[in-house]
């Protein structure tokens, strides 16, 4: 099968602020139940994704482009650039703000089961 991702609007995604977009590489269907996100995120300016927390799976982002601030499950906040991977474990919460007034933060998302 070959496809294009399947475009998703979210506005306040992990409880944060602005519109996302959210391009799904594979649904939750497609990934046969070992997770629940593989996608492409765009967060323009002003958006971010809010502090939430993950219970029994695990999350990593990859950096594409722009910058962020990422909160790590202790508070600490890290400016990511492209490139970088932020990975919570289960149990773990996490946040993501755009760090640019300008520019979008572009990143891949795989949540995947414990």
């Not at 996490?94 to 703000?97: Q, V």
């Given at each position: 099968?070959?496809?294009?991702?399947?475009?998703?609007?979210?506005?306040?995604?992990?409880?944060?602020?602005?519109?996302?977009?959210?391009?799904?590489?594979e649904?939750?269907?497609?990934?046969?139940?070992?997770?629940?996100m593989?996608?492409?995120?765009v967060?323009?300016?002003?958006?971010?994704?809010?502090?939430?927390?993950?219970?029994?799976?695990?999350e990593s982002y990859?950096?594409?482009k722009?910058?962020?601030?990422?909160?790590?499950?202790?508070?600490?906040?890290?400016?990511?650039?492209?490139?970088?991977?932020c990975?919570?474990?289960?149990?773990?919460s996490?946040?993501?703000?755009n760090?640019?007034?300008?520019?979008?933060?572009?990143?891949?998302?795989l949540?995947?089961n414990?």
């Open positions: 099968m070959v496809r294009k991702p399947i475009l998703q609007i979210r506005e306040g995604l992990g409880n944060g602020k602005g519109p996302a977009e959210v391009y799904h590489i649904t939750k269907e497609e990934l046969l139940g070992h997770g629940r593989y996608a492409r995120i967060l323009p300016p002003g958006s971010y994704i809010g502090w939430h927390q993950h219970v029994g799976e695990t990859y950096i594409l722009g910058e962020g601030i990422f909160t790590d499950n202790d508070g600490t906040k890290t400016h990511v650039f492209p490139d970088d991977v990975t919570i474990v289960p149990g773990q996490h946040a993501l703000d760090a640019s007034d300008t520019e979008p933060v572009e990143f891949v998302a949540i995947h414990d």
